[in-house]
């Protein structure tokens, strides 16, 4: 079956970093664009980044374009994100998913932003 797990997360200071994983296994890793989403405390489930299947485009949220980075590496059949600059808002619940039969979704890593 489709499984996301999330990892990397953690207490990060603002203006700090952090790079998050996302491992998959249970579908055709390759073959699917894969998405970062973020829920922060008391606002609905956003868009963060959208990989591409080879990598080669990968889209940010306007509020972060230019502070993180979405990639992929095919081989590991893991997504990553990048966050530099970290500030409050950026603190949220942040979540991988594929869309496939049906959309899956990883259980979350969670990112406090807090000095």
């Known amino acids: 079956q489709v499984q996301l797990v999330e990892s990397g997360g953690g207490l990060a200071q603002p203006g700090g970093s952090l790079r998050l994983s996302c491992a998959a296994s249970?579908?055709?890793?390759?073959?699917?664009?894969m998405y970062w989403y973020r829920q922060a405390p008391g606002k609905e489930r956003e868009l963060v980044a959208m990989?591409?299947?080879?990598?080669?485009?990968?889209h940010v949220a306007d509020s972060v374009k230019g502070r993180f980075t979405a990639s992929r590496d095919n081989a590991k059949n893991t997504v990553y994100l990048e966050m530099r600059s970290l500030n409050y808002e950026n603190t949220a619940v942040y979540y991988c998913?594929?869309?496939?039969?049906?959309?899956?979704w990883g259980k979350g890593t969670q990112v406090p932003v807090s000095s």
């Open positions: 990989v591409l299947t080879q990598g080669g485009f990968t």
């Open positions: 998913n594929v869309n496939t039969e049906r959309p899956y």
């Open positions: 249970g579908f055709d890793f390759s073959s699917n664009t």
